[in-house]
Structures are given as C-alpha cells and as structure tokens.
C-alpha cells in the first residue's frame, strides 16, 4: 500500500515472474496486502478485476490505458478457492502505486472507483498478460486510508497473510 515499508515494489515483482514464466511457469496466483481506501476489516479477503496502473513498470509490457484487467480464468479459480473454504470474497478494483506516502490521491483514486492500494498487481498483470501466463491475485486487507486524517496502520494484515498463502495454492491447483 502508499506506506508498506516491505512491499518489494513494481520493478522487482514483475522481474521475477518474467524470469518464473521464462522456466515454464505458465499458472500463478499471487497474494498481496493492501492497504483500504475504502471500510474494510483487516484480513478482508479481496479479489481484484482491474488495476489503475499509475507506476511505470507495466507499460514496459502492454500499451497505454488507465486500467488493466485481471485474467477472468485466475479470477474465478480464486474465487471457487475461496467459497470452497466457505469465505466470503468481494470483487474490487485496486489502485497499483509505486510511489509512497500518496494521501493527497485517495479522494480521486476513490471517485475513479478504487477501493484498495498496493504496488504490484498492475505490473503483474501486464507481465503475465504478454508472455502470454495465466495471472491472479489475491488481496487481502492491511492498514486503512479510509479516513486520510486518521491514518491506521493496523497489524499490517499479517494474521492474513498465511492463509492467503494456502488459499493461492488451492486457486493454482484449481486452474
């Protein structure tokens, strides 16, 4: 999210699975915080449809526009994962930033229909998208910029992030 000190960062994501889909890596599903632009608890489970891509790296791998789209077939492998684990999940369209500290873009990011920040999906999805992979994410909610004026960083999400993790396996085995 426009603070997470430990997000690895556009540039670096997507370097990584251009090298993992050069191996034949062909199915991936990737999980990551966010931070909530809009009410959300944390550890909310979150399923992106399309990022507003303000970085730089994804125009290294698709031509320009304002939003890119999650691939549908990773979409609904993490979407049956979830409901086979008898979870709710909720479709949201994300706002991938690289840069930090962004407070001043919420409100525009909100009325543009963003519901949550990070700094990879975009690159991702642009990455797989042209080498030609089948690409997913799944989020899951961190610290909140709901309210600029009272910023919560909360636990960073962390009571999520393992089971985040088991659910991508179970999404990648559902392709």
């Known amino acids: 999210d ?8 556009l540039a670096a994501a997507a370097q990584l699975l251009d090298w993992l889909i050069s191996y034949g890596v062909r199915e991936i599903i ?15 489970f979150l399923v992106p449809c399309k990022a507003l891509r303000d970085e730089g790296a994804s125009y290294h791998y698709a031509p320009p526009s304002r939003y890119i789209e999650i691939s549908e077939p990773a979409r609904r492998a993490i979407e049956q994962t979830i409901l086979a684990h008898h979870m709710r999940y909720q479709e949201v369209v994300t706002w991938s930033t690289d840069g930090f500290f962004r407070e001043t873009k919420v409100a ?9 920040v990070e700094m990879e999906c975009s690159a991702l999805a642009a990455c797989a998208a042209f080498r030609s992979a089948t690409w997913g994410m799944l989020l899951y909610t961190a610290d909140s910029l709901a309210d600029v004026q009272r910023y919560d960083q909360r636990h960073w999400g962390g009571s999520a992030y393992e089971y985040a993790l088991t659910l991508c396996l179970d999404a990648v085995l559902a392709l």
Do not use: N
């Open 2 to 9: 426009v603070r997470h000190a430990d997000a690895p960062g």
């Open 108 to 116: 525009y990011r909100k009325s543009e229909g963003c519901s949550v």
């Open 30 to 44: 990737s999980a990551g915080s966010c931070g909530v632009l809009t009410p959300f608890d944390e550890g909310t």
